[in-house]
């Protein structure tokens, strides 16, 4: 379906969230994508919902980021696998957003994640946006991240080679960051770190793309958490009958 800016209704020229597609019409690479983004939001919301008293930040997951208008519309978005953008509310007029509007929001995500599929020349692409005459080059994903969209860290998960690849924003140019002593990458504005954990999770065993707080504890999926705090339960059972004690618990 091909979708076409109404003038008419939108004087100004610029689309709203409301006014845009919602996909370019390419589906998930493969079935592990969706799980990973559920477990990368799932364990990080404790700790996004600390930094965030009033509740506004938003996490897209495969989701469009608008960065400009083109002709047919949806060929002007990118659609990283992850995303998450500080200070912002997390619905726009009492609904869900479809997709992330740079020139109406303004603010930029801090981190974006795309996951591998094929060989990583996609994600790796530094191919600038040119234009002659009326022809013009298609920008590399790497190229719009760096050059337009501006998330201050950009990372490119492998999950056939267990890596990922952490880059940072300084002065314009993304600088590739170095593993600390974990094999971790910190991302100093949440104190968090990013790699990978070999572990099974829906069912799958592979190396996960997962988050860690600043002192090397893995920071827990709810499914996770709620059993640990099972086991913790369990074994204050049973400390109550080693003491004589018939818990109630």
């Known amino acids: 379906m091909k979708f076409s800016l109404d003038v008419e209704n939108n004087p100004t020229g610029w689309p709203d969230h409301t006014q845009l597609p919602e996909s370019d019409g390419t589906f998930v690479k493969n079935f592990q994508e969706h799980p ?91 191919t600038p946006l040119l234009r002659s005459g009326k022809q013009e080059t298609k920008a590399g994903k790497f190229w719009i991240y760096e050059n ?46 990013l790699g990978i954990w070999q572990g099974t999770y829906q069912n799958m065993e592979l190396p996960w793309l997962r988050w860690w707080d600043s002192e090397g504890n893995l920071l827990l999926s709810g499914f996770e958490r709620a059993d640990r705090a099972e086991d913790e339960l369990e074994q204050l059972r049973a400390q109550l009958r080693s003491a004589g004690i018939q818990p109630e618990l």
């Open 36 to 126: 990973q983004s559920i477990l990368l939001t799932d364990s990080i919301t404790p700790i996004l919902e600390r930094i965030h008293a009033d509740g506004n930040y938003c996490i897209g997951q495969d989701s469009g980021i608008y960065w400009r208008l083109t002709d047919p519309l949806e060929k002007g978005a990118e659609a990283p696998d992850w995303f998450y953008v500080p200070n912002v509310p997390p619905t726009l007029d009492g609904k869900f957003r479809p997709y992330y509007v740079l020139w109406q929001e303004f603010i930029s995500p801090l981190i974006v994640l795309e996951f591998v599929s094929g060989n990583g020349a996609e994600e790796r692409d530094r």
């Open 148 to 193: 337009v969209i501006h998330p201050a860290f950009y990372g490119i998960y492998e999950v056939s080679k267990a890596s990922v690849e952490v880059y940072h924003l300084i002065e314009d140019r993304y600088q590739l960051v170095a593993a600390n002593d974990r094999g971790h990458y910190p991302i100093p504005q949440l104190g968090v770190e």
